[in-house]
């Protein structure tokens, strides 16, 4: 049959440009952090949404400084990588690195949260040194490809100080045993916050260009229900009215000459629901408010957020002066990171050149992965300008060699034969794009959702919310 012949050019011709545009460099970072201590599973992460994820978080034990995977959960690193790959083979891992739970839990219970492990580790030439060591052997024995320090709370000169010796001592030791491994050197990177001064410090810009192969921003917890009487938008692109926002943040960081090409966006999959005095006041942000809403400590993922307004048929807004958006549901009033704000994110993102972004966390997006999906196609534009252009000229050319092709051979059969020839067309049945509209969606009840999340009780589930950033902005 001719429709078997002449699928081979266009197959060969297909598969030499995929394998162009694959083998170019990667140039576009799509991260995001999957969190041990959610209830959300590794293996149902889409994976083939990012190019990075980092595995969270190995704790630095307060005696020896290394490092140690809390043990309920050592199965989850050792497998990470394995997992994940297997949807994605050329993604790449991180270990993160953060002492976080108990402070997280001084957080929570609104005291001062102890940051000691780490500041003691920073302190000592030699605690840091086991600090380094254990961390790449770490990461090797449970094969990552990278290391991330989550540590976004530099407050005192000495932090400041010992962070760029730290990472000086880091990137040479990563090096060194690439060279004695023959293994690629471990990828280094470090969350800091929106924006690189506190107070009168500012963080370690020429280490961190240095040593870093990124950094990446956390852009979120702005305003919070706990500290303020009155709505604000919690992960603002801008703002006129405050320095609290992203856009100001980077511009600090790019004028204190951190490179655009190491900056990755953070970008929250969660938010808080605050409840407003009055439920007229449903205008977005600036509204009179009295704490927060729907869960103990009012942190939502994208996902709950998408099925709480659904379920109470609450209207979802876009305000594009701050890029945002919204929802009032009565008295409680949310904003957050939909696909709209998402995608001007990624436009941002693009238009300050920076190297992309990182979701806090994978597993807070909705059924659909709607806000991955949104920022994968707003990102891949960027990504493929070149290639496009490479594709759309291998694609002319094949179809003119197809046309001559099968002109010369039509020609050949209707001599011999004089018959008629049918190209099969074979239905393409793409099962790839998600309906958003898909009946089968599952929808809980409200009452069942909140049995099974413990009354929206976030005690259990310290990944849900940012709000380990909490009171460290601003
Ligand atoms: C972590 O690993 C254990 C098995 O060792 C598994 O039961 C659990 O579901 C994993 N956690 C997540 C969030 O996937
Ligand atoms: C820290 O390390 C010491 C010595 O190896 C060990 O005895 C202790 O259990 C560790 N602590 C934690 C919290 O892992
Ligand atoms: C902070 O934590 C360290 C180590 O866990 C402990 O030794 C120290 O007493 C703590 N400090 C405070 C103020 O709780
Ligand atoms: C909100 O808090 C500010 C101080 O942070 C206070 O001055 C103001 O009176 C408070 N407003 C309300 C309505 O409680
Ligand atoms: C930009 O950075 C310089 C230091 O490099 C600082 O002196 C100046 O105040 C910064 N400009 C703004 C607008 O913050
Ligand atoms: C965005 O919100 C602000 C404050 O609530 C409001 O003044 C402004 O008109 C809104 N803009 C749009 C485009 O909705
Ligand atoms: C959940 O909240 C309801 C009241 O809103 C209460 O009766 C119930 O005991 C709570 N359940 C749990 C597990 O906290």
Request: glycine letters at 6%; one cysteine or more; hydrophobic letters at 40%.
């Amino acid at each position: 049959m001719v429709s078997k012949n002449i699928s081979h050019p266009i197959l060969f011709i297909f598969l030499v440009s995929c394998n162009f545009s694959c083998s170019s460099a990667q140039t576009w970072i799509r991260a995001g952090y999957w969190y041990t201590g959610s209830d959300f599973p590794l293996p149902e992460v889409n994976s083939a949404l990012f190019t990075h994820l980092i595995c969270a978080f190995a704790n630095v034990n307060f005696s020896t400084y290394q490092l140690s995977t809390p043990s309920a959960h050592e199965q989850n690193f050792s497998s990470f990588t394995d997992i994940v790959k297997r949807k994605n083979p050329s993604i790449t891992t991180l270990l993160s690195i953060w002492n976080g739970k108990a402070a997280t839990t001084q957080l929570i219970l609104g005291q001062r949260a102890n940051f000691s492990v780490l500041s003691k580790m920073l302190e000592n030439p030699s605690n840091r040194k086991s600090f380094i060591e254990s961390s790449i052997n770490v990461a090797r024995r449970y094969g990552f490809q990278g290391i991330d320090l989550l540590w976004p709370w530099l407050n005192t000169a000495s932090y400041m100080i010992n962070m760029e010796k730290l990472l000086d001592e880091w990137r040479a030791a990563v090096t060194s045993e690439a060279r004695n491994s023959d293994l690629p050197r471990l990828t280094l990177t470090m969350a800091v916050r929106y924006i690189p001064t506190f107070e009168s410090l500012i963080y370690p810009v020429e280490s961190m260009k240095r040593n870093l192969d990124w950094a990446h921003v956390v852009a979120y917890d702005y305003h919070l229900h706990l500290k303020e009487n009155v709505t604000g938008a919690y992960a603002a692109l801008y703002d006129h009215s405050s320095y609290v926002n992203t856009d100001y943040g980077i511009k600090q960081w790019l004028n204190y000459s951190f490179p655009a090409s190491k900056l990755v966006l953070g970008l929250p999959y969660h938010s808080y629901a605050w409840t407003i005095a009055n439920p007229k006041d449903n205008n977005g942000i600036g509204a009179p408010a009295s704490g927060f809403a729907v869960t103990k400590d009012g942190s939502m993922s994208y996902k709950l957020i998408k099925w709480y307004t659904r379920s109470y048929g609450g209207l979802i807004a876009y305000n594009d002066t701050y890029v945002v958006n919204y929802c009032t549901v009565g008295s409680t009033w949310i904003n957050f990171d939909d696909v709209e704000a998402i995608r001007s994110k990624i436009a941002y993102v693009k238009a300050k050149k920076l190297l992309g972004t990182n979701v806090f966390q994978v597993g807070n997006d909705d059924e659909i992965w709607a806000l991955s999906r949104a920022a994968q196609e707003e990102g891949n534009d960027h990504e493929k300008k070149p290639r496009l252009l490479l594709v759309i000229v291998l694609s002319v050319t094949s179809v003119v060699i197809l046309i001559a092709f099968v002109v010369c051979f039509w020609q050949r059969e209707l001599l011999k034969t004089r018959g008629m020839i049918v190209l099969g067309r074979s239905r393409s049945t793409s099962t790839s794009a998600v309906d958003s509209d898909a009946p089968n969606l599952k929808v809980y009840r409200f009452s069942s959702l909140k049995v099974a999340t413990n009354n929206f009780s976030s005690e259990n589930k310290l990944g849900e919310g940012g709000w380990i950033w909490s009171r460290l902005q601003g």
